[in-house]
């Protein structure tokens, strides 16, 4: 599995240009607002109503979902706090990328980041991305972060992934 960063400039919401390799979308389930939910919805002309129904569902159950039936498909995660460990919510998601057979996989998470970096959290991320880089459907995955923490994130991704070249770079 490859892992390519893909910095965007924090507040720029409406720039958002989801990675048109994608097979498969994984977003926070944020339905208020112009968070990116509503931004990548938009952009793939998805039925608004019915993603805010599934996303307000994920977050009263705090389950990841699937929306197998969208091109691409979306796969919706609870929102978080920012301040525990991610294992169990990254174990659903892999769960539900490897249901669909995702190869190419656009991780939406932490790519506009409200206040501080969520360090426990992307830690425990690259932690299960490493336990299963060789074990997954997942060819490529694509992880919108946060310019302001680039330097930081691709620190924690040495620690994990010391072995492997991090890409940086804008993919389209």
């Known amino acids: 599995m490859e892992i390519i960063f893909r910095p965007l400039q924090s507040k720029n919401y409406l720039s958002y240009a989801p990675s048109i ?3 498969t979308m994984t977003v926070t389930a944020n339905p208020m607002g112009m968070a990116p939910l509503q931004i990548i919805t938009s952009k793939f002309s998805w039925n608004s109503l019915r993603v805010h129904r599934a996303a307000t569902r994920v977050n009263r159950f705090s389950k990841v979902a699937v929306l197998r039936d969208l091109n691409p498909k979306l796969i919706l995660v609870p929102r978080t706090t920012g301040e525990k460990d991610a294992s169990e919510l990254m174990d659903e998601l892999l769960e539900a990328t490897e249901s669909v057979q995702s ?3 656009n991780f939406t998470h932490y790519g506009y980041i409200q206040e501080k970096l969520p360090k426990i959290e992307v830690e425990s991320v690259l932690r299960k991305l490493s336990e299963i880089k060789n074990r997954t459907s997942i060819r490529v995955f694509i992880w919108d972060i946060d310019s302001r923490y680039q330097a930081e994130i691709k620190d924690m991704y040495k620690k ?3 072995k492997s070249l991090v890409h940086l770079e804008a993919v389209q």
């Open 103 to 105: 190869e190419v996989l």
């Open 160 to 162: 994990y992934f010391s």
């Open 21 to 23: 390799e994608s097979d």
